[in-house]
């Protein structure tokens, strides 16, 4: 398997949790590639953030052995394998851990914590009562998300800038100040709502989904050719660093591309 490709779509900020590095697959002869472990891309449509994971991975599609996403890079690492399989003709086994469908509820969730950490309340960040809501709703995300980001990364702008203001900055000391913390957060929420924009393609391939064990979605993946779920008895962020989960991993790449 010295020759063998795997994709990693790991987020690497905003989580106390394991890591897909956990698994340790270089150690058995994979070339892992981890796309977004300097930066997201910017881009909240799945197909060009996609595209852009694809293209920063450097991978070469005849040498991919499969595909893995973390969490809510569920539908992301689908998506890769889709546009692979249209593209190039290459049908991937996707493996999943701890990975969950990212919905519009989960979206506002993540986003009213992100305001919480500014000092803003859920009816406090965005001008009028229930915006949040009307600007997370399912559609809007999906044919509006350039807007949504935009309007997302201003109210938290203008938040920070409110909070250091306090200090006696001058304007521009403030943007310069803010513009790095709400940079992260957007980066992080940019990735979420394109995990949400997935068209959760059917490839032709399977699905491995390790889960540890509190881990409430179980179900078979949706548009795989078949799902294979595993749990593993660790919590969530010891779960990618379990030999079993190690084990299973290697053991499901071996029977999907016969190597």
Same mark, same amino acid.
């Not at 973390?70 to 190039?88: F, K, P, T």
């Not at 940019?190 to 390790?210: D, M, Q, S």
């Given at each position: ?11 690497? @900020? ?59 890079? @569920? ?5 890769? *394998? ?10 991937? &086994? ?29 009816? #406090?960040?965005?001008?009028? &009562? ?49 513009? &790095? ?6 980066? /992080? ?13 059917? /490839? @032709? #391939? ?12 179980? *179900?078979? /993946?949706? @548009?795989?050719?078949?799902?294979? %779920? ?25 029977? %999907?591309?016969?190597?």
């Amino acid at each position: 398997m010295a020759d063998r490709q795997l994709i990693a779509i790991d987020y690497p @900020g905003r989580r106390d949790s394991g890591r897909l590095l956990d698994l340790r697959l270089e150690e058995h002869g994979f070339d892992v590639r981890y796309p977004i472990q300097l930066r997201s891309p910017d881009e909240p449509d799945a197909g060009p953030h996609t595209a852009a994971l694809i293209k920063a991975s450097g991978a070469e599609p005849d040498r991919l052995a499969g595909i893995l996403g973390y969490c809510m890079a @569920g539908h992301l690492a689908q998506e890769v *394998a889709g546009r692979l399989a249209a593209d190039h003709g290459v049908v991937l &086994p996707v493996v999943l851990v701890d990975s969950t469908p990212c919905t519009a509820a989960s979206v506002a969730e993540e986003c009213r914590a992100v305001f919480e950490v500014f000092g803003a309340g859920a009816g #406090g960040p965005l001008p009028g &009562p229930g915006t949040l809501e009307a600007l997370l709703d399912p559609g809007t995300l999906r044919d509006r998300p350039s807007y949504v980001i935009a309007t997302l990364r201003d109210a938290m702008l203008r938040r920070v800038m409110e909070t250091l203001a306090e200090d006696g900055a001058e304007e521009r000391e403030l943007k310069e100040a803010a513009a &790095p913390v709400v940079d992260h957060y957007v980066a /992080w929420l940019t990735h979420l709502v394109a995990a949400h924009n997935c068209t959760a393609p059917a /490839w @032709g #391939g399977e699905v491995l989904h390790l889960v540890s064990r509190d881990h409430p979605f179980r *179900a078979d /993946w949706p @548009g795989s050719a078949a799902t294979r %779920t595993e749990a593993v008895d660790a919590d969530r962020a010891g779960l990618p660093g379990t030999a079993r989960a190690r084990e299973t991993v290697l053991a499901f790449l071996r029977d %999907t591309t016969g190597r």
